[in-house]
């Protein structure tokens, strides 16, 4: 929990039971939407907008949170709707509705996606549903254990999440020779964006001093900078390229403490794809909390052509990837980032 609970916060404050005091249909869809914008997403822009028309939900992105420095071609935007909708569907799950969704592609770089509901049952109230863990879920950036073995069924649970999907595939990579070669092209690939000036610029305007009152964005705590320091990088980002010592630090944690990575890869490149690359991951960030696991999503090396191709080459071979991720039990918790309120992103 952060320490400094500002309306900016609000959105996490809530309870699962509050739904029963819902009292019309609307009310209680625009509930579910609570938990969607609790979803990652990239510099935590929080890029959807959702249309509430009697029993349907219209997701889309939100043109005023685009990244257009760092995400020119909007996947990281559609992986970021893709898992609000998870935890959207996630949650109408839980109180009783069977839901229909459908891509309604616009034009190549936007799709809409239209959400049905239909209430069939009560609310499921079980005490393991992954509902519960989207109040939890954050993403962990700190060290993560290597020496503490992974129970394998939980391991192969999350590697059986992308069966729902045909067009996605998941790659889990603990092999230390793989990892070595993956953590250097990680690190040049996270260096080459970081060299970009117009990618450091639009990053720096997400990067925020730990006490904020902005509801988008990163304050310094969940990206583990100390507190006075976080009134300044956002000034450091803009100006120049960070030291040599930060890759250091990112090689060290990827190799000594990073026990698993995992690589999500698809059959095409549309929004479609990234959309339910999204999805698969939404559930499986989800699944790994609710086992004491944690996330750390790394965008550089997929963003950064070269750097993808030798995923593709080492890992993926004839999917193309699409999200890499770090995933071991942290070592640290991590605090919540701030978000838009449900009735901010509702139009
Ligand atoms: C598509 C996508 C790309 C992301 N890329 C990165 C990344 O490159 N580096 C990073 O540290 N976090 C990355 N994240 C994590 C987000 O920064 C994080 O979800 C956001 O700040 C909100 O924080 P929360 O997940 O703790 O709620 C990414 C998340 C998503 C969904």
């Known amino acids: 929990m952060n320490n400094f609970r500002q309306p900016n916060y609000s959105a996490w404050d809530f309870q699962i039971k509050d739904f029963f005091a819902c009292s019309s249909d609307e009310e209680k869809i625009a509930f579910l939407v609570k938990f969607a914008v609790l979803a990652p997403s990239s510099h935590n822009s929080q890029p959807w907008q959702f249309k509430l028309i009697q029993n349907k939900i219209f997701l889309k992105g939100d043109p005023s949170r685009e990244l257009s420095k760092s995400d020119q071609r909007k996947r990281q935007e559609f992986i970021s709707i893709g898992a609000a909708l998870e935890n959207l569907l996630i949650a109408a799950d839980y109180f009783g509705y069977k839901t229909a969704v459908e891509y309604l592609q616009n034009d190549i770089f936007e799709t809409t996606i239209e959400v049905t509901f239909e209430k069939i049952t009560e609310a499921k109230e079980d005490v393991n549903h992954l509902i519960h863990t989207i109040l939890r879920r954050t993403t962990n950036r700190n060290n993560y254990d290597n020496k503490k073995d992974v129970d394998k069924m939980i391991i192969s649970k999350i590697q059986n999440i992308p069966k729902f999907f045909s067009n996605i595939s998941f790659d889990i990579i603990n092999d230390s020779q ?12 996270t260096k080459e964006a970081m060299r970009g000036r117009d990618f450091r610029r639009e990053l720096a305007k997400y990067i925020l001093p730990t006490k904020t009152h902005s509801s988008v964005g990163m304050p310094g705590d969940t990206i583990g900078v100390p507190f006075f320091f976080s009134y300044l990088l956002p000034l ?5 390229p960070p030291p040599e010592k930060q890759s250091r630090e990112l090689h060290s944690q990827l190799l000594l403490h990073t026990p ?8 095409g490149d549309t929004t479609a794809d990234w959309i339910d690359t999204g999805r698969t991951f939404g559930y499986i960030t989800l699944t790994a909390e609710k086992h004491g696991l944690a996330t750390h999503p790394l965008a550089a090396v997929i963003e950064m052509n070269d750097y993808r191709k030798i995923l593709m080459k080492e890992v993926t071979k004839n999917f193309l990837p699409q999200f890499f991720f770090r995933l071991g039990y942290p ?12 009735i901010e992103v509702i139009v």
């Not at 698993?260 to 059959?267: D, P």
């Not at 070592?331 to 449900?342: D, E």
């Open 178 to 189: 793989k990892k070595s070669l993956l953590t250097e092209t990680i690190v040049l690939a």
């Open 236 to 240: 450091l980002i803009r100006i120049s």
């Open 331 to 342: 070592t640290k918790n991590s605090p919540h980032s701030p978000r838009l309120k449900n």
């Open 260 to 267: 698993f990575f995992g690589i999500l890869s698809s059959t």
